[in-house]
T-cell receptor, first 113, second 114 residues
Framework: AQSVSQHNHHVILSEAASLELGCNYSYGGTVNLFWYVQYPGQHLQLLLKYFSGDPLVKGIKGFEAEFIKSKFSFNLRKPSVQWSDTAEYFCAVKTRGNNRLAFGKGNQVVVIP | DVKVTQSSRYLVKRTGEKVFLECVQDMDHENMFWYRQDPGLGLRLIYFSYDVKMKEKGDIPEGYSVSREKKERFSLILESASTNQTSMYLC???FGSGRIYEQFFGPGTRLTVL
């Protein structure tokens, strides 16, 4: 079964700092990749997704992610965070022929004003 | 706008009780999923269903069962609740194969088993 690794479970940073969250997966075939976000007290929502084409994907709220096939990675970035980016972020992978997602353990991000 | 609703936001039950968690989606999605979310463990798939009356075990099915009698409704059942089933339960739905894939999530049910 595929696995998804997210490191640095807790991240604390100041407003205007840059954020990068790593995501690595263990599957050699075709994948679809996702980042979900869960703001405090809210349900999970899609931040961005990659299916094919340009490996640099732009999502909502200024987030972007880059798919690097050779590194089995899909890292999430934001150049300048805001207090409202405080949330838990989950990376997820869907493999071809599979109807389910494999999720990482999440990154709890706290942005200090 | 896709909507996935769950019957309760908070639920408190006693050990040994039978517990039903209900989920309804309004987008005619083929797939429906039940996860539990625990701090530091992320989302773990309990069961999923790709069609009415069809179900497949996820990664942690022990102690749970599911029912899907109608396309829009997917129920999670704890036959005899135990304290280690205290958790946040999330329901999700998606289209099946052949379409752009995305899972849409409900607000979650926080279950406490005393």
């Amino acid at each position: 079964a595929q696995s998804v690794s997210q490191h640095n479970h807790h991240v604390i940073l100041s407003e205007a700092a840059s954020l990068e969250l790593g995501c690595n997966y263990s599957y050699g075939g075709t994948v679809n990749l996702f980042w979900y976000v869960q703001y405090p007290g809210q349900h999970l929502q899609l931040l961005l997704k990659y299916f094919s084409g340009d490996p640099l994907v732009k999502g909502i709220k200024g987030f972007e992610a880059e798919f690097i096939k050779s590194k089995f990675s899909f890292n999430l970035r934001k150049p300048s965070v805001q207090w409202s980016d405080t949330a838990e972020y989950f990376c997820a992978v869907k493999t071809r022929g599979n109807n389910r997602l494999a999720f990482g353990k999440g990154n709890q991000v706290v942005v200090i004003p | 706008d896709v909507k996935v609703t769950q019957s309760s936001r908070y639920l408190v039950k006693r050990t040994g009780e039978k517990v039903f968690l209900e989920c309804v989606q309004d987008m005619d999605h083929e797939n429906m999923f039940w996860y539990r979310q625990d701090p530091g463990l992320g989302l773990r798939l309990i069961y999923f269903s790709y069609d009415v009356k069809m179900k497949e075990k996820g990664d942690i099915p022990e102690g749970y069962s599911v029912s899907r009698e109608k396309k829009e409704r997917f129920s999670l059942i704890l036959e005899s609740a135990s304290t280690n089933q205290t958790s946040m339960y999330l329901c999700a739905s998606s289209f099946g194969s052949g379409r752009i894939y995305e899972q849409f999530f409900g607000p979650g049910t926080r279950l406490t088993v005393l």
